[in-house]
């Protein structure tokens, strides 16, 4: 009763006519930003801030949640359509989706990305609501030790998920990893490999990586390829064509479940969020499906399980902000900074001392997502037909945001250079026939991989029983040795088989 | 046919780079009735926190007062060390201010090569706020004051662990200092940035923490704060002692002040410092500084050189004394 009379609450909140505009704005805002590579969520909210003063706090924080929703939306547009991410977290959907959009299927894959990230979204948001504060106090049981075997279950996991070529997906791996290492030391904060640069201090922004090896590289491919093949994709024009069959319902209803559930409790995890679960939902629906070999050809389930799951992530990371006062990342950290300019501070006391802001913002949350299935739907024509000009006046358009988004991270030029080398770093590595996910997420999770392991060891003096002693940490490392060798016994068996064949052949 | 259509995409998305890098480069030039054009403020930290908003109000209460826009600028990078480049390189003509904490001038320069010194580069014009970090532990922890961790940790050595925002932050050489002080051995656990590290102490995952933001854990009882380090007791915990009151003698540079480029005219730099130090003085301004959790303490341009120039000795020799300096 309390919980409904809550609700109720919220949705005056939500529903009153200026919240329902701030509301529109962030959503339409955050939209149009996921769908510019380049302008992430964090540079926007920064730019967007002082704005935010002016108004009340609960209208503040509607508009710039619905930025950062909204931008998990935008990001699979590109994705699907370019090839190129409109955020980081939209990496995974590149894999499926663009294959999908060249095997002439680009609408059902924009399609299920709305609808897949609108159940997982709303999902997300009845949990938020119900389970709320008590799932919140679970995060904290994460320390370090369990951030260690969450990656290093993580990195087994990504190993599998190049299973095709595991030669070329662990160079990928081991190259990632290295890259992660540039920069200071996260224990002792010495420098490494940064040759006295103070712009190669902070290490290399994964932003920066991610936008040059997928996005720079795929316009430098299209700028070598002859014409008449660097067309861009058709892209669908009527809403009908965006509608999935039948048949990619039943295909995606699992992914897209599964997809929510993996999402949110990573969105809990201080660290996590969208791109970790995003990757986590691609490799477990690959282990599930019955016809793997699909994945990387144009599987809708690899669009469906991770678009959900970088959705619901999304939306959990606001559980911790607003009930402990942790802000999971950047986009957080300045949504923090609007309410204390505001006098809140996020914290256990927040429900009980403005519940019309906490109920206001999650009510919001619901009345985001509707609208973004209504603007998203009918309106991915619009967001589109601003790809279908010219590529000879597109690329270059594309490749300037990319440089503006690159600057605006830092507001450092230093970044741009590298926006360039990972460009050509990526454009090698392609026509190689490498991929570069593996490396991206490698990179992603080194830092807090190194971090963390080290951490722990720091908490018991060097020794290596912090992580047997404390459960959480113990399953996750148990279960990575298990993927281990049951993968190792797989290829044992199958060169047993391969060479008793051989044998018989003789 | 291939050819003459390609040409034009490569040239173009050439122009896209050059236009884009020269925008970067375009940069503002020099005045003579102060304030002429606009001022930028650069942030070396990110938006929203506790270095970003007061010169945000700051910024805002210049520009009403000398009716010429006042900017904020975040240029995040190098634990604060990428903004203070800038600031550094800037012409002297007040039209170019940053903000100015102790990490990136005092200790960073000790700990790795920095693009400027500190003393030399800088004129230190106003100092807008004291940063206040209480040492806390949790609740269900039997410690009940400094002391009682001090015994805790003499009995156990190794076994009491703390967590901080970074290794040659204020707040380890903190620790560190008062582990020398009271001849322990203290577990260092660093986290990159604050949440990390604050969420490891409510989890029980280390045993204790110095960090600014967790007054407001502390004030709602889910951390119990030992002692607080600043000039005076922090304003969100008036119950909690500070270091000094208990004895210790542990130096702490904890301003957070504005800063412009060395050979600012001192015309100049007095209007400026007057006019901050009028903003600070804003009820609006110190109900802000409660918000953030930091202290009320100003200074004008003179004493704010002074401290600096004090904490830099200091910093130099309590490090000195702790091993703390750069691998050569």
């Given at each position: 009763?309390d919980f409904?009379?809550?609700l109720?609450l919220?949705?005056?909140?939500?529903?009153?006519?200026?919240n329902l505009?701030?509301?529109?704005?962030g959503v339409?805002?955050?939209?149009?930003?996921?769908?510019l590579p380049?302008?992430?969520p964090?540079?926007?909210?920064s730019l967007?801030?002082?704005?935010?003063?002016?108004?009340?706090?609960?209208s503040?924080?509607i508009m710039?949640?619905?930025?950062?929703?909204?931008?998990?939306?935008?990001?699979?547009?590109?994705?699907?359509l370019?090839n190129?991410?409109?955020e980081?977290?939209?990496v995974v959907?590149?894999?499926?989706?663009?294959?999908m959009?060249?095997?002439?299927?680009a609408?059902p894959a924009?399609g299920?990305a709305?609808?897949?990230?609108f159940?997982a979204g709303?999902?997300?948001?009845?949990?938020?609501?119900?389970?709320?504060?008590?799932?919140?106090?679970?995060?904290?049981?994460?320390g370090?030790?369990e951030?260690?075997?969450l990656?290093?279950?993580?990195?087994?996991?990504i190993?599998?998920?190049?299973?095709?070529?595991?030669?070329?997906?662990?160079?990928?791996?081991?190259?990632?990893?290295?890259?992660?290492?540039?920069?200071?030391?996260?224990i002792?904060g010495?420098e490494?490999?940064?040759?006295?640069?103070?712009s190669?201090?902070?290490?290399?922004?994964?932003a920066?990586l991610?936008?040059?090896?997928?996005?720079?590289?795929e316009?430098l491919?299209?700028?070598?390829?002859?014409?008449?093949?660097a067309?861009?994709?058709?892209?669908?024009?009527?809403?009908r064509?965006l509608?999935?069959?039948?048949?990619?319902?039943r295909?995606?209803?699992?992914?897209?479940?599964?997809g929510t559930?993996?999402?949110?409790?990573?969105?809990?995890?201080?660290?996590?969020?969208g791109?970790?679960?995003?990757?986590?939902?691609y490799?477990?629906?690959?282990r599930?499906?019955?016809?793997?070999?699909?994945f990387g050809?144009?599987?809708?389930?690899?669009?469906?399980?991770p678009?959900?799951?970088?959705?619901a992530g999304?939306?959990?990371?606001?559980?911790?902000?607003?009930?402990l006062g942790?802000p999971?990342?950047v986009?957080l950290?300045?949504?923090?900074?609007a309410?204390?300019v505001?006098?809140?501070t996020?914290?256990?006391?927040?429900?009980?001392?403005?519940?019309?802001?906490?109920?206001?913002?999650v009510?919001s949350?619901?009345?985001?997502?509707v609208?973004?299935l209504?603007?998203?739907v009918?309106?991915i024509a619009?967001?589109?037909?601003m790809?279908?000009?010219?590529y000879?006046?597109?690329?270059?358009?594309?490749l300037?945001?990319?440089i503006?988004?690159?600057y605006?991270?830092n507001?450092?030029?230093?970044?741009v250079?590298?926006?360039?080398?990972?460009?050509?770093?990526?454009l090698?590595?392609?026509l190689?026939?490498f991929?570069?996910?593996p490396?991206?997420?490698?990179?992603a999770?080194g830092?807090?991989?190194?971090?963390?392991?080290?951490?722990?060891l720091?908490?018991?003096?060097g020794?290596?029983?912090?992580?047997?002693?404390?459960p959480?940490?113990?399953?996750?490392l148990?279960?990575?040795?298990?993927?281990?060798?049951?993968?190792a016994?797989?290829?044992?068996?199958r060169?047993?088989a391969?060479?008793v064949?051989?044998a018989?052949?003789? | 046919?291939?050819r003459?259509?390609?040409r034009?995409?490569?040239?173009?998305?050439l122009?896209a780079v050059?236009?884009?890098l020269?925008?970067?480069?375009a940069?503002a030039?020099?005045a003579?009735?102060f304030?002429?054009?606009?001022?930028?403020i650069?942030?070396?930290?990110?938006?929203?926190?506790?270095?970003d908003?007061?010169?945000r109000?700051?910024?805002?209460y210049?520009e009403?007062k000398?009716?010429?826009?006042?900017v904020?600028?975040?240029?995040?990078?190098?634990a604060?060390?990428?903004?203070?480049?800038?600031?550094?390189?800037?012409?002297?003509?007040?039209?170019t201010l940053?903000t100015?904490?102790?990490?990136?001038?005092?200790i960073?320069?000790?700990?790795?090569?920095?693009?400027y010194?500190?003393r030399?580069?800088?004129?230190p014009?106003?100092?807008i706020?004291e940063?206040?970090?209480?040492?806390?532990?949790?609740?269900?922890?039997p410690?009940?004051?400094?002391?009682?961790?001090?015994?805790?940790?003499?009995?156990?050595?190794?076994?009491?662990?703390?967590?901080t925002?970074?290794?040659g932050?204020?707040q380890?050489?903190?620790?560190?200092?008062l582990a020398?002080?009271?001849?322990v051995k203290?577990?260092?656990?660093?986290?990159?940035?604050?949440a990390?590290g604050?969420a490891?102490l409510?989890?029980?995952?280390?045993?204790g923490?110095?960090d600014?933001?967790?007054?407001?854990?502390?004030?709602?009882?889910?951390?119990r704060?030992?002692?607080s380090?600043g000039?005076?007791?922090?304003p969100?915990?008036?119950?909690?002692?500070?270091?000094?009151?208990?004895g210790?003698?542990?130096?702490?540079?904890?301003?957070?002040g504005?800063?412009?480029?060395?050979?600012?005219?001192?015309?100049?730099?007095?209007?400026?410092?007057?006019?901050?130090?009028?903003?600070?003085?804003?009820?609006?301004y110190?109900?802000?500084?409660?918000?953030?959790l930091?202290?009320d303490?100003?200074?004008?341009?003179?004493?704010?050189?002074?401290?600096?120039?004090?904490?830099?000795?200091?910093m130099?020799?309590?490090?000195?004394d702790?091993?703390?300096?750069?691998?050569?």
């Open positions: 009763m409904l009379s809550n109720e919220g949705f005056s909140v939500a529903l009153s006519a200026h505009l701030y509301c529109l704005i339409f805002l955050g939209t149009a930003v996921g769908v380049g302008l992430g964090a540079a926007t909210l967007l801030l002082p704005i935010t003063f002016g108004m009340p706090p609960t503040a924080v710039l949640a619905g930025i950062y929703y909204g931008t998990a939306y935008g990001g699979s547009i590109t994705s699907i370019l190129i991410p409109g980081a977290s939209s959907t590149c894999i499926d989706g663009h294959e959009a060249r095997r002439g299927r609408g924009l299920i709305a609808f897949g990230s159940i709303t999902i997300a948001v009845v949990a938020i609501s119900v389970v709320g504060p008590a799932v919140a106090g679970m995060a904290l049981r994460f370090p030790p951030y260690a075997a990656v290093v279950l993580g990195l087994v996991l190993c599998f998920m190049s299973e095709a070529d595991m030669v070329r997906g662990l160079t990928m791996v081991a190259l990632g990893l290295l890259l992660s290492t540039i920069g200071l030391d996260p002792l010495s490494r490999f940064t040759f006295g640069s103070t190669l201090a902070d290490g290399i922004n994964l920066v991610a936008m040059g090896l997928f996005g720079v590289a316009l491919m299209i700028a070598t390829r002859p014409p008449e093949q067309e861009f994709l058709r892209q669908p024009t009527r809403l064509a509608l999935p069959s039948r048949a990619d319902w295909r995606s209803a699992g992914p897209i479940g599964r559930v993996i999402g949110f409790i990573l969105g809990l995890i201080p660290g996590g969020g791109i970790i679960a995003s990757f986590a939902s490799v477990l629906e690959k599930l499906s019955r016809r793997p070999e699909e050809k144009g599987a809708i389930e690899g669009v469906a399980g678009e959900s799951a970088n959705n999304v939306q959990a990371t606001f559980l911790p902000l607003l009930t942790l999971a990342n986009v950290a300045i949504m923090m900074g309410l204390l505001h006098g809140i996020p914290g256990p006391r927040l429900v009980t001392d403005h519940p019309e802001l906490f109920w206001g913002v009510a949350m619901y009345v985001g997502n609208l973004l209504v603007l998203n009918p309106l619009v967001f589109v037909s790809l279908r000009l010219p000879a006046i597109l690329a270059p358009l594309i300037m945001f990319c503006v988004g690159a605006s991270l507001n450092n030029v230093a970044d250079y590298m926006l360039g080398v990972f460009g050509l770093l990526g090698g590595l392609r190689a026939r991929d570069p996910a490396l991206v997420l490698a990179f999770l830092q807090l991989l190194e971090q963390s392991l080290r951490q722990s720091l908490m018991r003096q020794s290596p029983v912090v992580f047997l002693e404390r959480i940490a113990a399953s996750f148990a279960l990575a040795a298990t993927l281990l060798l049951a993968a016994y797989k290829e044992l068996r060169r047993a391969a060479s064949a051989g018989a052949a003789l | 046919m291939a003459t259509l390609r034009p995409l490569v040239a173009s998305m122009l050059g236009a884009t020269s925008m970067a480069a940069r030039e020099s003579d009735t304030p002429s054009k606009p001022i930028t650069i942030v070396n930290f990110g938006a929203g926190g506790p270095t908003l007061p010169p109000r700051i910024a805002a210049l009403k000398f009716k010429q826009p006042v904020v600028e975040n240029r995040t990078g190098g604060g060390v990428v903004g203070l480049s800038a600031v550094a390189r800037a012409a002297p003509d007040g039209y940053g100015f904490s102790a990490s990136p001038t005092v960073a320069p000790r700990l790795r090569t920095v693009p010194n500190a030399k580069d800088f004129t014009v106003a100092q706020a940063y206040a970090m209480p040492l806390c532990v949790l609740p269900t922890r410690w009940k004051s400094v002391a009682d961790l001090m015994a805790h940790a003499r009995a156990n050595p190794g076994a009491v662990t703390y967590s925002v970074g290794t932050s204020g380890h050489i903190f620790m560190e200092a020398k002080a009271e001849k203290l577990a260092h656990v660093p986290f990159s940035g604050g990390g604050i490891a409510l989890g029980g995952h280390v045993q923490a110095l600014a933001a967790l007054a407001k854990h502390a004030a709602t009882g889910e951390c704060a030992l002692a380090v000039s005076a007791r922090h969100a915990l008036p119950d909690v002692p500070t270091f000094k009151e208990l210790y003698t542990i130096d702490a540079a904890l301003w957070l504005l800063a412009g480029p060395a050979g600012m005219p001192q015309a100049i730099v007095d209007k400026l410092s007057a006019a901050i130090l009028e903003a600070t003085e804003d009820p609006s110190k109900d802000l500084l409660k918000q953030l930091l202290g303490k100003t200074a004008g341009s003179a004493a704010f050189r002074a401290q600096v120039a004090a904490d830099d000795e200091r130099a020799a309590m490090m000195n702790l091993g703390m300096t750069a691998p050569k």
